[in-house]
């Protein structure tokens, strides 16, 4: 069965402190995609990232970067120079196959204080 | 407007009251999710569709009963609300999450925040 762990509840930073927020998944598959959405204090979800079980190639999208390793089943989310509009909870998630519905971790609530 | 709508956005209620939550969405989407979000607990899948005459039950479908109306229909109910169903309610939609172009993507409704006192 597929699991997603985010063992990190919350997490506070200063502004402008890089932060890793960790993403564990468990799955039989080896097809299978990963994602990252973002729930800002104003409660929508928001789509950040995709990437599938074969591409272990690191993505960087501004200052939000993504390493992905299959070897730990890891697929941590960083945040270099964070600010305080980066303050929201954020969601890793599992598909097997592509084709299964999305399971979610439970979320990391991320704090800036600038 | 919203590519996937949610109505109500707010609803109190009483325990023991029908509830019925709607989601229409125009992104042409087959498949159409009801999640369940809870302080500390993340978004747990209630119902899915993949498509008008699919229905499927997700980790906690106990106390709830969807219809898919149509291609962009689809309802979620509560017929007799209880309070620990007190819960912010998303539904979403996806394409298929293989092919070229196809992400597997939720897209989500902007939530509904039910009450049952």
């Known amino acids: 069965a597929q699991k997603v762990t985010q063992a990190q509840t919350e997490i506070s930073v200063v502004e402008k402190e890089d932060v890793t927020l960790d993403c564990v998944y468990e799955?039989?598959?080896?097809?299978?995609?990963l994602f990252w959405y973002k729930q800002p204090p104003s409660g929508e979800l928001v789509f950040l990232i995709r990437?599938?079980?074969?591409?272990?190639q690191n993505e960087i999208s501004g200052r939000y970067s993504w390493n992905f390793q299959k070897s730990t089943s890891s697929f941590n989310f960083t945040i270099t120079a964070s600010q305080v509009v980066d303050s929201a909870v954020y969601f890793c998630?599992?598909?097997?196959?592509?084709?299964?519905?999305?399971?979610f971790g439970k979320g990391t609530r991320l704090s800036v204080i600038a | 407007d919203a590519d996937v709508t949610q109505t109500p956005r707010n609803r109190i209620t009483k325990t023991g009251k029908r509830i019925m939550l709607e989601c229409s969405q125009t992104?042409?989407?087959?498949?159409m999710y009801w999640y369940r979000q809870d302080p500390g607990l993340g978004l747990r899948l209630i119902y899915y569709?993949?498509?008008?005459?699919?229905?499927n039950k997700g980790e906690i479908s106990d106390g709830y009963s969807v219809s898919r109306q149509a291609q962009a229909k689809f309802s979620l109910s509560l017929e007799s609300a209880i309070p620990n169903q007190t819960a912010l309610y998303f539904c979403?939609?996806?394409?298929?999450?293989?092919?070229?172009?196809?992400?597997?993507?939720?897209?989500f409704g902007e939530g509904s925040r039910l009450t049952v006192l």
């Open positions: 998630a599992l598909s097997e196959s592509g084709n299964t519905p999305l399971v």
């Open positions: 992104k042409g989407h087959d498949r």
């Open positions: 799955t039989r598959d080896t097809t299978y995609y």
């Open positions: 569709s993949f498509d008008v005459k699919d229905i």
């Open positions: 979403a939609t996806s394409d298929l999450g293989t092919g070229v172009a196809r992400t597997g993507e939720l897209f």
């Open positions: 990437r599938n079980s074969f591409d272990e």
